[in-house]
């Protein structure tokens, strides 16, 4: 790594502010002194970490090697770091001590729940940390970021305050103390030079890899896992085995907000609840004797335990009082639903007076409340339900799929599957959550138009790992439906209700110079080019955002992608920084801000918006998708993959990656076939073109992100 591209994680050596602890005011120069005091205690427990080779990046840069920061647990060279640095598999690691005696360490075994890994030097003299109580720590008191990057002989400095306790899941103590990314994996000390904990990048929801959580850096928000427990971590690390969160395998149902009834409503087939005798329906009680009156507490017990470890869980099961103990697993049997072909539409509505302003209709999406897409088996009916009675779902039936291959013509209006009704999507989904590859189902629907009922028997099968190339006849019967709806819609806005030409009933597939450019300015945080097609449309439209067009000319971009813009209902969104420069972490802000104005309002659908990137946006794309809640669905990688450690740290129902192209060397096709494994096992549909053609393979796939 060079200079210039680590200057701006390092901080000075004090940021001092002149605010209260918990106990007492303390004058600025009283607070100097024992910050200093503190970091002297502390110094030589502190190490320097150079990490040399492996997959290696920052900010979507390979480097060579990387600087970091551990943490002396024992005179015997034990050492605790941050798994943030050491992601790669690295070539070597060196340590140096405060003396700048430098030596190799070995990695013994990382916890990749709480991101720690117990590395043992070979030789050298260590002074162990002295670590603080748990119980002494307190909201308020002052917290001290140490780390070693320039010299081995003193530390980088940061000052703050413990601002939460039992953050992410119970895992995490929280400081406003400026953390840098190489500060993880340094200690956080109190005022005594007690080692309160160690510094890791944890994402505030709790989910993603190694790394997410950096995209925090500079916020006032930072996360250190206490002390204690990273003792008892590195205590079981010492065997040698990795240690990895626990599941559960079972889906709760959601509660009011003021219901305390915390119910199962699925439980994973021959997953650890199934095997230890919990059954839908189970009203769960306790878990290892805390109440379970929300259903954040029976996550929390599950998120900060190790696959291995048992729960005590309490139940109601109608009149009876039972109790399991529930051994978490490592991984879930992976799952294989059954795939049909169907496609549903997001329809545009009649617009409301007062509608959802764009700030809280981001909001929502921010918060995972109502607007935020739903995957088919848990999807609720709001998101499709209409004013009209029905007695039908109107489908889409896919080219080539397996409802296609049953006779079925390329739009129905699905009544019955297996004798049970489906007015409304809602029950559709219900009906097929418990549905499997290979199953054979039994549907009764009708043509669009017609009175008559038919049947058919539809042997559903695994979700093809290519993209299917959408026939021009489906994107015909698309258009058909739009023209349909969009007449709905100005009838309901009180325009004449003339029925529609005959050429407006059969449109071209595209129309390709009748093309929308709008240009968002969201103030210091950057703008927005956005093509969409200008023809009037009544399927909502879907949002393809490109990371990585700071390369390319809009006149290149619109070449591209103009031939798609209203045959798949498409937007294509470029979001641009002030620097006009590729994009970073520290341009999500602008990516989401761009969301909110393109969505709002139901102005877009929110289960076909996607990212789109080359290698280098990889990091970026992920953290936009995980980093924090967000409606992106849907990941396409332009030379370029996810690693499997943070593949596999994530839940994927619901999502996809697209991998377009084939890597040429050895390494690099091993590395994706490890993506592609571990993208599957977290529920994620792995998609790769059929061909050449990226921009209509990606077009046709942000489509397919409906289809079940």
Known sequence: MTLSLTQRFVFPVFSLLAVASTSSFIQADELGQA?????????????????IGGEQSVDGDKVSSLVTTGVVISDAGEIL??????????EAILAEDIAGKRTNVEVVATDHLRRLVLLKAKEGKWTPVRPASSQSIRIGQWSIALGRFYAAESSNVSVGIVSALHRIHGLAIQSDAKISPVNYGGPLIDLQGQVMGILVPLSPRGQGSSSSGVEWYDSGIGFAIPMEDALRSAERLKA???????????KLAAAGVFSSRIRIERVIQKGPAETAGLKKDDVLVSVNNRMIERMSILEEAVASSYAGDSLQISIKRGNEDLSFAVTLAEEL???????????????????????????????????????????????????EKTDEKS?????????????????LPPRVELMKINGTATPDTGELFTALADFQAGDK???????????DLKSAEITTEARPENVTRLS???LKEMSVMSQENLAKVKAEDGAPKDAPSDDAKTPEVSSPDQVERRELSFDERGRAIVFGSSNPSGILPGIVILLSADQESEDQILTRWKPFLDSHKLMVAIPVNPEKSRLTPDDIPLVMTMIQSLAGRSKADLRRIVVVGNREQSQLAWQLVFGGPSPIRGIALNNGWISAAEAGGVDGADKSVLLLDQPETNQAQALMAQCQEALRKSGFWTARPVD?????????WSILLRSF
């Open 692 to 700: 050449s053609e990226t921009e209509r393979t990606i077009a046709d």
């Open 472 to 474: 021009a006849e489906l």
């Open 81 to 90: 770091t941050s798994e943030f640095a050491l992601q790669g598999k690295p």
């Open 441 to 451: 189902l039994a549907i009764e629907y009708r043509i669009p138009g017609q009175p």
């Open 333 to 383: 049997p992976v799952a294989n639903p059954g795939y049909l072909g169907f496609l549903t539409t997001r329809i545009a509505r009649k617009k409301q007076e007062g509608g959802m302003p764009d700030a809280a209709a981001l909001a929502k999406l921010l918060q995972n409340l109502p607007l935020e897409p739903k995957p088919p088996a848990e999807q609720k009916p709001d998101e």
């Open 240 to 250: 040698g085995r990795d240690l990895k969160a626990g599941k559960l395998g079972v």
């Open 391 to 407: 007695d039908a779902v109107p489908l889409l039936v896919i080219n080539d799929s397996s409802a296609a291959k049953s006779g």
């Open 35 to 51: 910050v200093r005091a503190a970091v002297q205690s502390a110094d030589a427990s502190v190490v320097r970490l150079r990490v």
